[in-house]
């Protein structure tokens, strides 16, 4: 799967540490205002505005059922826009970059037993960092889950 | 140019090539229209046009072979079939000469065909008037009446007029009734008749002597037949034949003369040899004309497409070589244009990594490389900006520590101040004592004095009686009285100077533990802004560590090219959490700082308190004393009536009595005024002591400042350690000059 050590940008979210390859990612802005969209999923928190470009704000925490700990989200990661539209994801914090091996990888689809079909496709898999368990997202797959979101809503 | 997006710019390329492309096939087709077109010209036209020249002239000689055949021939029948045959083709003549002329399409061929058909139609008319005539055949039909009539007439005739000269001849000299009056003159006529009709007919009707023949044959012929005529005589048989005959051969001849007037063939022939040949030959030159004119236009048209097919080829090939130039050079253009300012950014790049902020694009162009140098000298400027503000940051950091250290040499020397001020209170405040102890011995012997003046008043008053032997005593009594007074107020004006003195300690430790409250406050408000730096430098951390994510990002974004700028982005980062770290270290000792000084602060306040309590008791003091002292002033005046008084002993007992009373009270009042004195001096000496309790809590406070200060002094060390590690870090990075 990894060949060779891969980057991923680390950020926290209701206490735990999640990561997507930091490839995929355009910037990580402070910039975390939103404004929100009329009857959008709740998945989606509103459009930010960053410098001009107007990028969806999707909340993680909401995404991924985590419990809201009341930490308003500080930064947003905005992913390339070869995945999708551009998007971004609300986290807590950024962490830092870090570097993961093949063996570093101790669960991937094969083995993750997940409850929740439905957020099945966006975790990728479980790294072991040095000191913490790393969740790797899988990016391009978030936005297909707002839309099926919006299709149940719709209905 | 140099503004647009890459996109643009390979559409512009592509344009121009296709331009390049559309040109060469309109060149190409408008070229291959023109040769058509020209060979249009060739096959048509010109193959038409000779075509038609070649059927005019082949009708032209078929109209003049079939005109000369029906010249030619004899046969009426033949003449008229030859000359059916002429006028057809007289008439296929007309049709093809305005066919050609219809064909024209220039001026001069419009001219040249219309030219060939006003002549073909005069020849057509020559060949009508010549058909005319030939079918006519008048010469030949005269000849035939000559020959098959006139003549065989004529010979009877002459055998008659020969017979009739031999009946003459024979019968005698006398003319018989049956015989001629005149043989030999009329056979002469005979003779001359048939020689002019012959001349008649042998002359063509054009000969300009025909119109003499003409009229010659025609006065012949009346003279014969006038001199046939005049034989009349009805019963002669020879002269009724001959008349019979010259009647009978009258129409004949008439006949023959209009034939052989109009001499048909003759004039045909003329016609045909001499105006038909000039106006065939004319036609014929004409029809040369015109296939010249078509062999020129033919030669032209040739002409026209080698010079269109050598144009169009060196236009197209022109084309060609100049788009594939254009091509080529706009694509090296476009190429270099590409990868010069990435070769631009990707040296910024390593100079980045090096740590040179000094080198920048600059690149003037406005496609995505442009904007890719321009990002990246805005990185380089945010970079630069960042950098200089860690710089400036670490200088201000270096300044405020240095304002620490100062602020806490200060505290320092400021708290060993009052520590001295405090000893030096300690000093006035164990004189004070002293002073008290005196005033307290002092206070005792002027009570002793007292209770020696009550005892002495007593035996004054005891022994009215014996005044005059007590007066002595009594004066050396108030003598003794009023060097005790003297004593006491000696004493008062010593405790006095002693609590003025206090007061001028008090006063001055008050306005030291005020300038060191207002140094602790200063203190205060520096730390204040000592927090506020380290928040911004917290801030510019956490957004340098941002900043850095991005650059990371971006430099992962760049691949291999931006693994040096990665490094150097991982290295702000570090940087960016370092100085996080310091100034969250450095918040903590000001909390530290902080809380000594306010501490310190409390406690001068409470020794300020301490001083001004102490402030108001020697006020208080110093007012008993002065209460005392008028006391003293008023028992040293009673004394001074009392001497005045027992002067005056003898004189009065009432008025010693009076005086005594006097005394007794003043004493009492003395008395009463000591006792305050003793429980004044009690208090003063209470608040002497408290006042030691305070110097000392003060010398603890201001042991207590100094340890704060010390820490403060190491903790702005520790920062100006810190900012120097930042600025060398940042020195790292080479800046315009003026940022730094």
């Known amino acids: 799967m990894l060949d060779v050590p891969t980057l991923f940008c680390t950020f926290a979210a209701s206490g735990r540490l999640f990561g997507v390859p930091l490839i995929d990612i355009k910037e990580v802005s402070a910039e975390t205002h939103c404004t929100p969209i009329p009857h959008a999923p709740k998945h989606v928190q509103g459009y930010v505005n960053i410098r001009g470009q107007i990028i969806l704000a999707l909340d993680l925490k909401r995404i991924l059922n985590l419990p809201a700990d009341g930490r308003v989200a500080q930064r947003l990661v905005i992913f390339k826009a070869k995945i999708g539209p551009a998007f971004g994801l609300l986290v807590d914090e950024v962490g830092e970059i870090a570097s993961v091996r093949n063996q570093d990888i101790v669960a991937d689809e094969t083995n993750l037993d997940l409850e929740s079909p439905s957020t099945s496709g966006l975790i990728r898999y479980i790294c072991k960092l040095p000191d913490q368990l790393l969740v790797v997202l899988e990016a391009k797959n978030f936005l297909p889950i707002v839309e099926q979101e919006l299709h149940q809503q719709s209905r | ?740």
């Open chain 2, 1 to 740: 140019m140099k503004n647009l997006t890459l996109r643009t710019k390979l559409l512009l390329l592509s344009l121009t090539l296709i331009g390049f492309l559309l040109f060469t096939g309109w060149v190409g087709q408008s070229r291959l229209s023109l040769l058509n077109r020209n060979a249009q010209v060739l096959g048509t036209e010109v193959l038409g046009r000779l075509l038609t020249a070649a059927d005019i002239n082949a009708q032209l000689f078929n109209m003049v072979r079939n005109q000369k055949n029906a010249v030619i021939t004899n046969d009426d029948e033949e003449s008229n079939d030859f000359s059916a045959k002429s006028e057809s083709a007289a008439q296929e003549l007309l049709k093809l000469t305005s066919q050609l002329e219809a064909e024209a399409t220039t001026p001069e061929q419009l001219r040249m065909a219309g030219l060939l058909l006003t002549n073909v139609q005069n020849l057509v008319i020559i060949n009508t008037d010549c058909l005319k005539y030939a079918k006519m055949n008048t010469t030949f039909k005269a000849k035939v009446i000559l020959v098959k009539k006139i003549l065989p007439a004529l010979e009877r005739m002459t055998l008659l007029i020969e017979q009739s000269e031999e009946m003459t001849t024979a019968v005698a000299e006398t003319p018989s009734p049956g015989s001629i009056a005149n043989p030999e003159k009329l056979l002469s006529l005979t003779q001359q008749l048939l020689s002019s009709l012959v001349l008649h007919v042998a002359t063509q009707s054009m000969d300009p002597s025909f119109a003499a023949i003409d009229k010659a044959t025609r006065v012949k012929v009346d003279e014969f037949f006038v001199s046939v005529s005049s034989y009349v005589d009805p019963h002669a048989s020879i002269e009724l034949q001959l008349n019979n005959l010259a009647s009978a051969m009258r129409p004949d001849i008439d006949a023959f003369l209009v034939a052989s007037s109009i001499d048909s063939n003759g004039q045909s022939t003329e016609l045909s040899l001499i105006q038909s040949l000039a106006s065939t030959d004319t036609t014929l030159k004409l029809l040369q004309e015109i296939t010249k004119d078509a062999r020129d236009t033919a030669n032209q048209s040739v002409l026209e497409s080698t010079y269109t097919y050598w144009t169009g080829s060196g236009v197209i090939l022109g084309t060609v070589l100049c788009g594939l130039i254009l091509g080529l050079s706009a694509s090296v253009f476009i190429s270099r244009m590409i990868t010069r300012p990435v070769a631009l950014v990707k040296s910024l790049a390593q100079e980045m990594a090096t740590g040179n902020l000094l080198a920048r694009i600059n690149l003037k162009q406005g496609d995505e490389v442009g904007q890719l140098a321009t990002a990246t000298d805005s990185l380089a400027d945010a970079l630069t900006s960042l950098v200089g503000q860690i710089q400036q940051a670490a200088i201000d950091l270096g300044g405020s520590s240095t304002g620490l250290g100062t602020i806490a040499n200060s505290l320092v020397t400021q708290s060993e101040q009052t520590s001295s001020r405090a000893s030096g209170v300690s000093a006035a405040a164990e004189q004070l004592s002293a002073n008290i102890t005196t005033m307290s011995s002092a206070a005792e012997e002027m009570s002793m004095n007292f209770a020696s003046i009550a005892s002495a008043t007593e035996e004054m008053s005891v022994s009215v009686g014996s005044i005059s032997s007590a007066a002595e005593q009594t004066s050396s009594n108030v003598a003794a009285v009023t060097t005790a007074i003297h004593d006491i107020s000696v004493s008062f004006e010593e405790v006095l100077g002693n609590v003025r003195e206090g007061a001028h300690v008090v006063a001055n430790a008050t306005q030291m533990a005020d300038s060191a409250t207002s140094t602790m406050k200063q203190l205060d408000g520096s730390s204040t802004e000592i927090s506020k730096v380290t928040e911004t430098i917290k801030m510019i951390a956490l957004q340098t560590n941002l900043l850095a994510l991005n650059a990371t990002i971006e430099a992962t974004s760049a691949g291999e090219a931006g693994k040096g700028f990665a490094v150097v982005a991982h290295e702000i980062k570090q940087l960016a959490n370092q100085s996080a770290k310091a100034a969250e270290d450095i918040a903590t000792k000001i909390e530290g700082v902080q809380l000594g000084t306010r501490r310190a602060v409390a406690v001068i306040q409470e020794i300020a308190g301490v001083i001004k309590q102490i402030n108001s008791t020697a006020e208080r003091i110093s007012q008993s004393v002065e209460h005392q002292s008028r006391a003293a002033q008023t028992i040293s005046q009673n004394i001074a009536q009392a001497n005045t008084g027992v002067g005056q002993i003898a004189l009065s007992i009432s008025e010693v009595a009076t005086t005594a009373n006097d005394m007794s009270r003043s004493i009492a009042e003395a008395t009463r005024g000591a006792t305050d004195v003793s429980r004044n001096v009690g208090e003063a000496a209470r608040a002497a002591s408290e006042i030691s309790d305070n110097i000392g809590q003060v010398s603890h406070a201001a042991l207590e400042t100094n340890r704060s200060s010390e820490s403060v002094t190491i903790a702005s060390q520790t920062l100006a350690k810190l900012s120097l590690e930042l600025t060398r870090l940042a020195s790292r990075f080479k800046l315009p000059s003026h940022g730094s």
